[in-house]
């Protein structure tokens, strides 16, 4: 009898497995935006190849690329993809710099500057320096002369040893294949038998949408940049950016604003509540920027602007 319940039960598995609905979709019958939505909601979690380039005049560029892997250790190759604008079939910065001098630094991204990293994708003008504009520390690298970026927990040095275009379309992906001369990783980072700890690095990869997931704690989200332009943390006063408590997921989303909120705002905002006028007639500098730090952890970054803001 209990044989019998079981090859039932199975049975009726296997009918439900197949009623399920199915959408069959060939990629020419639907939009490249639809198609690129599927591909990398369903290919996910991908890594993050966070990549610093220079050109020939010496101007940095830094970018992140979620079609990205490491393909071999021996030798050491990892391939990541930049990918034709959808929008306008350009090609990206970083493909340009990459065919100008065969060299990227492919810089990992652990949750502790992911914002600051989304920030950085913001489509700023050629030239501009996203190390600059996110926050981020530009270190020298040994071999190679893009820099590294000082708060990834692990920095490779590459050559480029070839780009493969896949296509010549928007959305048609440039296989950069980079070989690793050199890497550093942070000691903080690895374990007592001295290898990387998952757990410590942090990492954060991409998923479909404003989805990310993270090693410690699952998924997240963190809201795609503006399609105009974030002021920067650059534009920060230097009273957040020395700030004892703000974070440099902190200032990420401070800076990916691109207009601050008027005065009359931010009066109306503050005598909205006795905490805020309590807050701010006390001046206790750690106690305002707390407050505001609660409100980014709340995606209130208005809110968090006028307090920062109220005098």
Request: overall charge neutral; some cysteine; hydrophobic content about 40%.
């Amino acid at each position: 009898m209990l044989i019998l319940l079981c090859k039932h039960i199975f049975t009726s598995y296997i009918v439900w497995v197949h009623l399920q609905t199915m959408i069959s979709i060939k990629p020419k019958d639907i939009s490249i935006g639809q198609l690129h939505s599927y591909l990398l909601g369903a290919v996910s979690p991908r890594p993050i190849a966070f990549a610093s380039t220079v050109d020939n005049k010496g101007n940095v560029n830094l970018s992140p690329f979620s079609y990205f892997n490491v393909f071999s250790a021996n030798p050491p190759v990892m391939i990541f993809s930049p990918a034709r604008r959808v929008r306008n079939n350009t090609s990206k910065h970083t493909l340009e710099n990459v065919l100008e001098t065969s060299e990227v630094v492919i810089n990992i991204v652990s949750y502790a500057i992911v914002h600051q990293m989304s920030l950085s994708s913001t489509e700023y003008a050629e030239g501009v320096n996203e190390f600059i504009k996110a926050g981020f520390t530009e270190v020298p690298s040994d071999i190679v002369k893009p820099p590294r970026v000082g708060e990834s927990p692990v920095q490779f040095e590459c050559k480029v040893k070839d780009v493969i275009a896949l296509g010549t379309e928007g959305g048609a992906g440039n296989l950069i294949i980079a070989e690793v001369v050199k890497l550093h990783i942070k000691e903080n980072i690895l374990d007592s038998k001295g290898r990387i700890d998952p757990m410590k690095i942090d990492t954060v990869a991409r998923m479909g949408g404003n989805w990310y997931s993270r090693a410690k704690s699952g998924i997240f989200e963190v809201p795609k940049p503006l399609s105009t332009m974030g002021i920067g943390v650059d534009a920060l006063p230097d009273s957040f950016l020395k700030s004892n408590v703000l974070t440099g997921n902190d200032l990420g989303m401070l800076g990916n604003v691109e207009n601050l909120p008027s005065e009359e705002d931010v009066e109306t905002f503050v005598s909205s509540s006795d905490e805020y006028k309590d807050l701010i007639t006390s001046g206790n500098i750690w106690e305002i920027h707390k407050k505001a730090q609660e409100f980014l952890q709340n995606k209130n970054v208005m809110k968090a602007w006028k307090l920062l803001l109220a005098k």
